[in-house]
């Protein structure tokens, strides 16, 4: 189907996310490469982008869910996909079918899978993760000696990998600390003979900003997609771009008040274009946390004091053919007004890109892999 008939899309530039998955083993050197394709690759389309980094030579797989493992392999993906997270054991008799590399954080579970596997009669590969800080899932490091061991004592279980999942990893002191202990527990395992080929931790943070953590294996997912949250010297390129076409143009008298509840009242006589993007395709829903400081909840306040007035920097805001403009009035469900007052030469039909966080991008909204009729510079992914 063509871009044409589409009003609104999320724009995936497949040579971009090429073009990272080169600099990212440029970067890694020899260290294996698994591409974390979990929450449907993070937007971006997990059939899509796993037959994408499997044709630039990626052999492993991460997802958090078993429908994310089932998903992929009714795609026909063959190439091995770990389960980064624990699964019920309802969940293991088609999760041996489907071939999948199991995470185990716990003894009980250990036979239960043996005796699936063995009824299938298929050897399934089986990580660790050891929690060193993390607390969600994971074994407590005094206890991996005996899982691992556990593990190996099976005759359809391959103990292949040991592991664990950094909490920050953009702090570099509370990182080494995670992997110094992950490490007491990697040779304590491998001091008792049992011998565990792949060892893993490095996130896709960890990967850009501590090279020491990169192991036998990184699992890297965001930097794929051309996003990083500390500086770096991969040469990286945004692969994700939501868009949307202005499907009206709306000229308004100064004083008017715009959109639902009559919120926001312009100033001067107005331009507004309007998309077809709301809050129902995540468009200004921002993740909401407990402030971890005073300093960032005054930061906070701070800034939600400069939107009341109006400094556009802090305000949220669209691109069109190269000129930013703001955000105007309250979003609605599908339709958002943009300001473009300031601009003569934006028309109906040009096409906006806007800021979004991607997890919170509606799932419904198509993802086109061509570039659109009109290629709009720019981004904000």
């Given at each position: 189907m063509s871009d044409t008939n589409y009003n609104s899309w999320i724009y995936i530039d497949?040579?971009?996310?090429?073009?990272?998955?080169?600099?990212?083993?440029?970067?890694?050197?020899?260290?294996?490469?698994?591409?974390?394709?979990?929450?449907?690759?993070?937007?971006?389309?997990?059939?899509?982008?796993?037959?994408?980094?499997?044709?630039?030579?990626?052999?492993?797989?991460?997802?958090?869910?078993?429908?994310?493992?089932?998903?992929?392999?009714?795609?026909?993906?063959?190439?091995?996909?770990?389960?980064?997270?624990?699964?019920?054991?309802?969940?293991?008799?088609?999760?041996?079918?489907?071939?999948?590399?199991?995470?185990?954080?716990?003894?009980?579970?250990?036979?239960?899978?043996?005796?699936?596997?063995?009824?299938?009669?298929?050897?399934?590969?089986?990580?660790?993760?050891?929690?060193?800080?993390?607390?969600?899932?994971?074994?407590?490091?005094?206890?991996?000696?005996?899982?691992?061991?556990?593990?190996?004592?099976?005759?359809?279980?391959e103990l292949e990998g040991l592991y664990t999942h950094f909490s920050k990893a953009e702090n570099r002191a509370t990182t080494r600390r995670q992997l110094e202990q992950f490490m007491r527990v990697a040779r304590e395992i491998q001091n008792s003979g049992i011998n565990i080929p792949l060892l893993h931790c490095a996130n896709s943070t960890a990967t850009a900003y501590l090279p020491e953590t990169h192991l036998d294996m990184v699992r890297v997912g965001t930097l794929l997609f051309g996003q990083c949250r500390v500086p770096t010297r991969i040469n990286l390129r945004p692969g994700w771009h939501l868009q949307a076409r202005i499907v009206n143009i709306v000229d308004v008298p100064q004083g008017a008040a715009i959109g639902y509840g009559g919120s926001y009242r312009v100033r001067r006589n107005s331009r507004l274009a309007i998309v077809q993007l709301g809050f129902a395709d995540g468009i200004s829903m921002w993740p909401v946390h407990r402030k971890s400081s005073l300093v960032e909840l005054l930061k906070d306040l701070a800034k939600s004091i400069l939107r009341f007035l109006g400094v556009k920097r802090v305000i949220e805001t669209a691109l069109i053919n190269g000129h930013q403009v703001s955000y105007i009035g309250k979003v609605g469900m599908q339709h958002l007004a943009l300001d473009i007052t300031d601009f003569n030469d934006i028309s109906k039909n040009d096409i906006a890109t806007l800021r979004i966080l991607q997890a919170a991008a509606n799932s419904r909204l198509p993802r086109l892999y061509k570039l659109p009729s009109k290629k709009q510079e720019g981004n904000y992914a």
């Open positions: 497949k040579a971009a996310i090429r073009h990272n998955i080169k600099e990212v083993r440029k970067y890694i050197g020899s260290t294996r490469l698994l591409g974390v394709v979990k929450a449907d690759a993070y937007g971006h389309g997990a059939v899509a982008m796993a037959h994408l980094m499997l044709e630039e030579g990626i052999n492993y797989l991460g997802v958090s869910l078993p429908q994310e493992v089932y998903e992929l392999r009714q795609a026909g993906i063959g190439v091995p996909i770990l389960l980064m997270s624990t699964a019920l054991a309802d969940n293991f008799p088609q999760l041996v079918a489907a071939g999948c590399t199991l995470t185990i954080n716990n003894v009980s579970d250990v036979k239960y899978l043996q005796d699936v596997a063995a009824s299938c009669k298929r050897t399934i590969r089986v990580h660790i993760n050891v929690n060193t800080g993390m607390y969600r899932y994971g074994v407590n490091p005094d206890k991996a000696l005996e899982l691992a061991a556990e593990i190996a004592g099976q005759s359809y279980l």
